[in-house]
């Protein structure tokens, strides 16, 4: 069974049309983490939350931005996206004593 | 900050032989964790291996083991008898052990490893 479920795999938006990407979780963990991630590149982690405590990476755009309504879900908003965001976006989820992250499936973002 | 980092762009090894996967790790931290992490193409992240930095005894999974040198602060992983499935790029990543906001998953630049048959 899924446990962590990101919706859509792929995603094409137009330059400049606000996007949102979705995750949802059945673990109940505590910790949700957004990772940009290029094409043969690591994972680059964008921010994360710990329950409602939001923790913004000091070099993430300002373009990108997050909302975690409940444990459950958790959204990342791309107000304009550019070119370069194209990009795999990965949600992972933790627990409070720092098991291993669980990732999803990724979300494939493509920008035309 | 800590930083990890693997200096193997890429490898290859032939089935049924053994490989060895590196990784350095900077951290002023006494307390965290280690991971290995599989990535196949075009498919999910999965755990290959962790370690805590307070056990003295190297993980081991089936195939897969660490060599884990908290001085030196190296943590490499071993891939006996290879098989074509271990056919992905392998992220070496490191997590703080203080939990709360602190608990960030850092990554290293991975590793593509090739299994020829």
């Known amino acids: 069974d899924a446990m962590v479920i990101q919706n859509p795999r792929y995603q094409v938006t137009q330059f400049g049309k606000p996007v949102t990407l979705s995750c949802s979780q059945t673990?109940?963990?505590?910790?949700m983490y957004w990772y940009q991630q290029k094409s043969s590149q690591a994972p680059k982690l964008l921010f994360h939350y710990y329950d409602k405590d939001f923790n913004n990476e000091a070099d993430t755009p300002d373009n990108f931005q997050s909302r975690r309504p409940n444990t459950s879900f958790c959204f990342l908003d791309i107000r304009s996206p550019g070119l370069g965001d194209a990009a795999m976006y990965l949600c992972a989820t933790g627990g409070s004593k720092n098991t291993e992250a669980f990732f999803g499936q990724g979300t494939r973002l493509t920008v035309v | 900050a800590q930083t990890v980092t693997q200096s193997q762009p890429e490898m290859s090894v032939q089935e049924a032989e053994t490989v060895t996967l590196s990784c350095t790790y900077d951290?002023?931290?006494?307390?965290?964790?280690l991971f290995w992490y599989k990535q196949p193409p075009s498919r999910q992240m999965i755990l290959v291996i962790r370690q805590e930095a307070y056990k003295q005894q190297n993980a081991t999974e089936n195939r897969f083991s660490v060599n884990f040198q908290k001085a030196a602060k190296s943590f490499s992983l071993k891939i006996s008898d290879s098989q074509l499935g271990d056919t992905a790029m392998y992220f070496c990543a490191f997590m703080n052990g203080y939990g709360g906001s602190q608990g960030n998953l850092i990554f290293g630049k991975g590793t593509k490893l090739s299994v020829k048959p």
């Open positions: 951290t002023s931290e006494s307390n965290y964790y």
């Open positions: 673990l109940n963990h505590n910790v």
